[in-house]
């Protein structure tokens, strides 16, 4: 944002130095890049951070360099005068999408003399770096630069059948900007059309077609309310960046529409002559809903260390626009002003007092108060799930949330909607929003051995982006289907070796997390199970998902775990086995909440015992566990298992042998061999009634 002094001038009379006005915006947030005299006024560049669309005008400037220097503010109050005639029987308006154009306003002027715009708008416009085209254009640039709301000049005779039809543009639609070159659009931009064709690229550029000319008697007004990812969309998608597209882009105040409507109606009565016709030409609806904030009485000290009074703090607030609405004994509250909507927290509203009262004066060795933050259940999650992971090797990786077609075609756990579509794409070639996180970290892991690293055991911890089941028929664009978007939050790891590496690793952040087996006690409130997968990405026979049981509900997925199938192996250059398993992490949140129960080491010895068990090939692991674990009681400290094999010889047909290492313990005295065998045969006794197995020899 290039600002002009002599223009600053307008709205505050500072009487200070170019070099002090950029050092004091500099200290408030905004970066001064340059200063240079032009004529016999300067241009003072300044960097303006995207949440601060109000400063792309210089009315927003000028509202900060009068609360910097404690001066008085005055901005214009238009009121242009209307004449004869109803603007709403010369144009009609209509929203197809209100989706893309909130709101759209048209005023009508009729009479205007296009010719060259008076010399101190001219040399304004210079200053800020754009040349003077015709009076009618460099008002329409002079008010968005003023105030920051962009607005377009149509050339009313140039619009057919008198009607303005913003609507959402037809792929392969071509238009031809003002620039006089040709784009062809999609079905991603919007346009304002009338009968026969789009007039101008909503919120980006003007049409040559309706382009105001010298032979322009009636004019069209537009101020309107674009949506920023269309306008996006198209400004990159086109390549056709402008000064009124990154405007939109970011957010102009919803409550300036009318004023900059109104400003620039009344220059141009000034300036060009003319009859405005009464009344606006309006539709859809204006949202703007600023925040309410609670500010602590005692929160600015507290941050900051500094005692900043409270008539100050006041003043401030109240000069950059907020608005109070009453105190008591503990807090005051303030309403944001429609052109910060970036200010949600009481943190903003601490931040806002001390940019203005100057960082400088805050001490470096001013003690403050620490006060213990408590952990909300989703950082407790997050540290326990990755402690967990980084003591057993692994290393934490950070990969894109955008991915390729490629990447995408790997199927997700999680649903069965095709991936969700982000336009333009952040990454040239990566355009879809992940659905699993496996096959980044499967390719990060190609990319960790190419460059000859030990190993290349990851886990990852991000969202990923499902579409809603029912919309999986088309694929949708992110932007689009905002209401059917879930953001599960999962941890997903690869390792080398077999389905056990991987199953023991999701093991270990689960009792991480403080969740037991299922099979351990299932009359306890919540537990999980692997239960048998299919899934393409897994090994045939090689994979199970993880169930969370809960007594009296609906077991539900929270995790999946396998072997990498060969044919995604090769894919990304994998020979050796790799397994993975990936875990819903926001399906585990509750647990970080739950207390949990110490219990004291026993202070006496274990005795171990081996168990070889035959039992059916198509037996699973969990039903045996729970078997031993249901017979053995308190006793039991531990359930390994050891190996499986088959011998159709020595074991059977559909038979198999499963090697079990047991551990147990008393915690109230020293175990006999007696005790020990008890415990042993009701184990082999409860493994053959629920299970069918015989001790083999």
């Known amino acids: 944002m290039i600002i ?84 709403a029987r010369s144009i009609t308006v209509e929203i197809h999408d209100q989706t893309l154009c909130p709101f759209y306003s048209a005023r009508v002027i009729r009479g205007v003399r296009v010719g060259s715009s008076p010399q101190w708008l001219v040399d304004r416009l210079r200053t800020v ?65 009338d009968a026969v064709g789009p007039l101008a690229l909503a919120g980006v550029m003007g049409g040559v077609r309706s382009e105001i000319g010298p032979q322009t008697v009636d004019i069209l007004l537009e101020c309107a309310q ?18 009124s597209s990154y405007r939109f882009e970011r957010g102009p105040d919803p409550a300036a529409v009318d004023w900059a409507s109104r400003r620039a109606a009344a220059m141009i009565l000034d300036n060009a002559g003319g009859m405005l016709e009464s ?8 949202v703007c809903a600023p925040a309410s904030v609670d500010l602590r009485h005692d929160r600015v000290a507290n941050v900051l260390g500094i005692n900043i009074q409270a008539a100050r703090q006041q003043e401030i607030l109240l000069g950059l626009g907020f608005e109070s609405q009453g105190s008591d004994a503990v807090c005051s509250r303030w309403k944001a002003p429609t052109w910060r909507r970036d200010v949600s927290r009481e943190i903003d509203l601490v931040e806002e007092i001390v940019r203005i009262e100057g960082y400088d004066r805050v001490p470096e060795d001013e003690p403050i108060a620490a ?56 990454v040239r070639g990566a355009d879809r929003l992940r659905r699993t996180l496996l096959p980044s970290l499967l390719e990060a892991r190609m990319g ?7 190993h290349g055991d990851l886990f990852e911890i991000a969202h990923a982006y499902l579409a809603d089941d029912t919309a999986n028929k088309e694929q949708v664009t992110a932007s689009s289907s905002s209401g059917l978007i879930q953001e599960p939050l999962l941890l997903s790891l690869v390792t080398s070796g077999n389905f056990s590496t991987a199953k023991g690793l999701a093991e270990a952040v689960l009792g991480r997390l403080g969740f037991d087996p299922w099979e351990i006690n299932p009359a306890s409130s919540t537990g999980y199970e692997f239960r048998p997968l299919q899934l393409d990405l897994f090994s045939p026979g090689r994979a199970a998902e993880i169930m969370l049981c809960t007594a009296g509900s609906t077991a539900i997925r929270i995790g999946v775990v396998g072997e990498i199938a060969q044919p995604i192996r090769d894919r990304f250059g994998s020979q050796p086995a790799v397994s993975a398993a990936e875990l819903r992490l926001d399906r585990l949140e509750f647990a970080a909440g739950i207390k949990k129960k110490l219990q004291s080491l026993s202070d006496f010895p274990a005795i171990g015992r081996d168990l070889n068990l035959v039992v059916g090939e198509a037996v699973p692991w969990a039903s045996i566990a729970a078997a031993i674990y249901s017979a053995a009681g308190k006793l039991l400290e531990e359930c390994r298992l050891v190996q499986v094999w088959q011998d159709v010889e020595r074991l059977g047909a559909g038979k198999k042998s499963v090697v079990v290492s047991l551990r147990l313990r008393s915690a109230t005295g020293t175990l006999s061999g007696d005790d020990a065998m008890r415990t042993i045969e009701a184990i082999v006794a409860a493994c053959g009634q629920q299970v069918g197995a015989t001790l083999r020899a």
């Not at 674009?226 to 000064?243: D, E, I, T």
Request: one cysteine or more.
């Open 279 to 286: 009344g606006t030409v309006a539709a859809g609806t204006l």
């Open 371 to 426: 006060r213990p933050v408590e952990l909300s259940l989703h950082e407790k999650t997050l540290r326990l799930a990755s402690d967990a992971l980084v003591g057993a090797g692994l290393c934490e990786a950070m990969t894109r949330s955008v991915v390729n077609d490629a990447l995408e075609t790997t199927c997700s756990p999680w649903g069965s909607a095709l991936p969700l579509v982000v336009s333009p794409a952040l």
């Open 226 to 243: 674009f949506a920023p990812l269309a306008v996006r969309a198209a400004a990159r998608g086109l390549v056709l960046a402008s000064a």
């Open 4 to 87: 002009s002094t002599n223009w600053l001038a307008d709205y505050v009379q500072l009487q200070v130095l170019p070099a002090s006005l950029a050092d004091r915006l500099l200290m408030s947030g905004l970066n001064h890049e340059s200063t240079r005299a032009v004529a016999a006024d300067t241009a003072i560049e300044i960097e303006v951070t995207s949440n601060r669309p109000d400063c792309l005008g210089h009315i927003g400037v000028a509202r900060e360099a009068a609360v910097l220097f404690s001066r008085p503010l005055s901005t214009p109050d238009p009121r242009p005068l209307e004449g004869k005639g109803d603007a």
């Open 129 to 193: 770096g754009i040349e003077s085209i015709n009076s009618i254009v460099d008002i329409t640039n002079y008010v968005m630069l003023e105030c920051g709301q962009p607005l377009h000049a149509f050339d009313l005779q140039k619009i057919q059948h008198g009607c303005i039809t913003v609507r959402r543009a037809l792929a392969g639609e071509v238009f031809t900007a003002i620039n006089h070159k040709t784009y062809s659009l999609t079905d991603k931009m919007c346009v304002v059309a």
């Open 448 to 454: 960790t051995l190419a460059v000859g690293a030990p």
